[in-house]
């Protein structure tokens, strides 16, 4: 069972930058396909990215492309989501997923969460 837990979060005027990062427990995560998940409240938690193993396969939500960009290492058990141009709609707390079966965005796919980091977007 591989444990995540994910920084970076913080407050941001519209049009910043964040960059958020999710460790994992163990080197385990390679074998993993990662997502980032937001929820904002009284809303469901929506997809934001996600990204293959090798890195090479990568999804976003229609809402944050040409915005955000994931990325991992997997030699440091690590994933990102680097956050640009930041709206306030994008206000959430933000999580990292890892699954252990097929990459994508539905959030079944995924087998463990971290406890979420807070992104607050000021207008």
């Known amino acids: 069972q591989v444990q995540l837990v994910e920084s970076g979060g913080g407050l941001v005027q519209a049009g910043g930058s964040l960059r958020l990062s999710c460790a994992a427990s163990?080197?385990?995560?390679?074998?993993?396909?990662m997502g980032w998940f937001r929820q904002a409240p009284d809303k469901e938690r929506e997809f934001v990215a996600a990204?293959?193993?090798?890195?090479?396969?990568?999804y976003y939500a229609d809402s944050v492309k040409g915005r955000f960009t994931v990325s991992r290492d997997n030699a440091k058990n690590a994933v990102y989501l680097e956050m640009n141009s930041l709206k306030p709609e994008d206000t959430a707390v933000y999580y990292c997923?890892?699954?252990?079966?097929?990459?994508?965005?539905?959030?079944?796919?995924?087998?463990?969460w971290g406890q979420g980091t807070q992104v607050t977007v000021s207008s």
């Open positions: 990204i293959g193993w090798t890195g090479a396969r990568i």
């Open positions: 997923a890892a699954s252990g079966g097929a990459l994508g965005m539905a959030r079944g796919n995924y087998d463990y």
């Open positions: 163990d080197s385990s995560f390679r074998r993993y396909a």
